[in-house]
């Protein structure tokens, strides 16, 4: 019996232990869109999804199933698709999974991008409501008849929020409904879902798992705890095999290969390559976060601090029981004698920017950039002012950090 292995070493021997060719150290970078079949009876039967194969790659390449299996282990889960990207996963999810007749159950905290596409989903037909997440009630009350899902994120961005997850895990789990987790903001070395009874994790790879910022990628995770014998909307075409297969096959196949958002094979193996580090880079980028959030939380020109590493946060001691450590996302206000444009362009160290996860600390103002769309209303509800700065703190040397903003605050 093979010893279980820790995180970082699992994932540094991952595709080496699957025998790639040639005895490479990671599987190769496969650009084929088709492939051969000498029988025509093997190429239907991969068709059939009667025995594991490829066909065409819009739904499925080698060097994206190496990518699956890591992040299956990371969130021990039982199965996982890849995407081109974080909103690619989300959309599909949803899009595969629900019908116009149901009802979705969602953080009213979401991200400005998912909230976007669920605005969309609304005005298709579906039914959503939208509720503070840190509070099990809120969501147990929003419960209807027709509802399927619960869709919320582990850590909000960019106010922090943690939401209720253990206790709506067991709600989900008595009521039959879908638990849909955003994992991006903890990723799988902090945090995995399945452990707060999720039955699927998304995840943007562009972020922590990739971690460059140099490719784009998403995935979603099935944990296996869900019934899909019971689950009204799976196609009976995709009720064949393993009964636990069916809601990830209608994925792959409504989700994935009639929405098209495919994978490249090379950002699949950039991402893959980046997540071998992935643990190395949380701890060093979390601790930075730690210890900035600290400093700015005693500077006189900063009116607030959103991590959850700090005392003062309302969900800090959740954030404590659930995560191996706090996060490296953390927002402020400025005070309003700040001009919080003149602030963020002295700083010279950090790099102003939207993305998330990078190695270099990124930082950008939220209600002008990312949840400009949404508008004052909206932003006011989620807890965004205009004098909020976002941060994604990188694995910089904290003490240039540091530098960096003591200099810029002056």
Partial sequence: MTAKR?????????DRLGKPEHGAMHKPVHTSVAYGYDDVQDLVDVFQNKTKGYAYSRQGNPTVTALEQKVTQMEKGLSTIAFSTGMAAI???IMALIRKTDHIVASSYLFGNSRSIFQTFIELGLDFTFVDPTDVNNVRDAIKENTKMVFLETIANPATQIADMANIGDLCEEKGLLYI????MTSPYLFNPVDVKATHVINSLTKYIGGHGNALGGSVTDTGLFDWENYPNIYDVFKKGDVKAWGMTQIRKKGLRDAGGTLAPEAAHSISVGSETLALRMERACNNAQNLAEYLDTHPLIKKVY????QTHPQHEL???LFKKHGSLLSFEVEESVDCFAFLNKLQLVVKSSNLGDTRTLAIPVAQTIFNELGPEKRAEMGIS???IRLSIGIEDIEDLLADFKQALE
């Fill in 6 to 14: 820790g995180f970082t070493t699992t994932l540094l021997h991952s």
């Fill in 91 to 93: 959309s599909a999810t």
């Fill in 181 to 184: 987790v955003d994992n991006t």
């Fill in 307 to 310: 991590y959850p590493g700090i």
């Fill in 319 to 321: 954030a404590t029981e």
């Fill in 386 to 388: 205009d004098f909020m």
